[in-house]
């Protein structure tokens, strides 16, 4: 059974940090795609960002580029979201999921995933 545990999720002031992990049991990261998306109330679910072979390729939106870091730990099979400088706007309901990796270009939307695990809330306030 594959699952996704996401935390790290908090309330933040606009300018901090936060780090979200998310740990997978089930799929490895080797051969695996580890998203990050985001769903703030009334809006679409959205991607923010994804790691995949190992850490050797990764992607982020644009509103987050320059900001939000990602990483992968292979021995703790754990994916981290380094979120620095946040603004209100990264206000969300944070979800990892994976997809398996196989090797093509391909769009990260949430149909597009796999697995999914459950959200963690980062509130970030003025």
């Known amino acids: 059974e594959v699952q996704l545990q996401a935390s790290g999720g908090g309330l933040v002031q606009a300018g901090g940090s936060l780090r979200l992990s998310c740990v997978a049991s089930g799929i490895t990261l080797v051969d695996h795609v580890i998203a990050w998306f985001r769903q703030a109330p009334g809006k679409e679910r959205e991607g923010v960002s994804w790691?995949?072979?190992?850490?050797?390729?990764?992607y982020f939106d644009d509103s987050v580029k320059g900001r939000f870091a990602i990483s992968s730990n292979d021995a703790k099979n754990t994916v981290y979201l380094q979120m620095n400088n946040l603004k209100l706007e990264d206000t969300a309901v944070y979800y990892c999921?994976?997809?398996?990796?196989?090797?093509?270009?391909?769009?990260?939307?949430?149909?597009?995933?796999?697995?999914w695990g459950k959200g963690t809330l980062v509130t970030v306030s003025s």
């Open positions: 790691i995949a072979r190992s850490g050797d390729t990764n």
């Open positions: 999921a994976a997809r398996y990796d196989w090797g093509y270009t391909w769009t990260m939307i949430p149909s597009a995933m796999d697995y």
